[in-house]
């Protein structure tokens, strides 16, 4: 009887160990180089609420992080030398804006010049393998699959918290792919199947291109970007007017990802219940 109580009170200490948290909200975040962090991080992006947290996604030794473990989210949050993209300012007006109680974490899984097609479960191989080798070398810092680490830090995220959406900016290298919209799509039901979530239930968040208005050379994508709600019930299109870009025409500066990245968190905060109902 006593071997018996002593059992049950072990097991009860590791379901309260890794009981998970339903006031840890988690949002997955991929795409190409903009939300990957294109712009120099300043000192400001390196200061952040102990409630906004990175789970790593691959080892860094430079910023003393190891793979599947949950730090502060200071920039940068997606690579060990990746820069400041829209995911820290999301992250940022989440947690100035809901319940002290509510913590915020972030998996970013982002790689820089590639299409959506890196992200298609079955179909990714075929694409990387034809993909000039700068892009490979990236890919082989997620073991060769990146929606294969995504879905593997989700897994280890949805044991500490409620994964509540995703966020996408990507389209530069599908600039005037029309079947994108549903390319897109077969990525994200990929994703909750893989998570078993229920089909629909999370919003997914996609980032238009630099704007015309600040030189895009990609803005004529943004058209299409804007037909993706039509595919995806819960899809919602980020605006990117005058979110201030450099002058390469695809890329956005500093202060542009901080606005952006913003307006990730309105539009989200939005989506979410009210604060008086928490």
């Not at 009981?19 to 180089?33: I, M, R």
Request: proline letters at 4%; hydrophobic letters at 35%.
């Amino acid at each position: 009887m006593k071997k018996i109580l002593v059992i049950l009170i072990l097991t009860m200490c590791t379901l309260t160990a890794n009981a998970q948290d339903e006031n840890f909200y988690v949002f997955l975040s991929f795409g190409q180089s903009n939300m990957e962090g294109h712009a120099k991080f300043e000192e400001i992006d390196t200061k952040v609420d102990e409630r906004f947290q990175v789970l790593q996604a691959v080892d860094c030794d430079n910023l003393g992080r190891k793979m599947g473990q949950w730090y502060s989210a200071a920039a940068p949050i997606t690579r060990c030398h990746t820069g400041l993209g829209p995911s820290d300012y999301f992250g940022r007006e989440l947690v100035e804006n809901l319940p002290s109680h509510i913590k915020v974490g972030i998996i970013n899984v982002s790689i820089g010049g590639t299409k959506i097609e890196l992200f298609q479960k079955d179909d990714y191989q075929s694409y990387v393998d034809t993909a000039p080798d700068w892009l490979q070398n990236m890919v082989k810092e997620y073991d060769d699959d990146p929606y294969g680490r995504l879905i593997e830090m989700a897994k280890l995220a949805q044991k500490d918290g409620v994964i509540k959406g995703i966020l996408l900016h990507q389209g530069e290298s599908n600039t005037g792919d029309q079947t994108w919209p549903s390319k897109v799509k077969g990525v994200y039901d990929s994703i909750l199947m893989d998570l078993e979530l229920e089909e629909n239930s999370l919003p997914l968040l996609a980032g238009e291109m630099v704007s015309a208005e600040q030189g895009g050379k990609c803005a004529s994508m943004n058209t299409i970007i804007a037909t993706l709600p039509q595919v995806i019930p819960n899809a919602y299109v980020i605006s990117s007017t005058d979110c201030e870009a450099v002058d390469d025409g695809l890329h956005f500066s500093a202060e542009g990802y901080r606005e952006l990245g913003k307006r990730y968190g309105i539009k989200m905060l939005s989506l979410l219940k009210s604060p008086s109902s928490y």
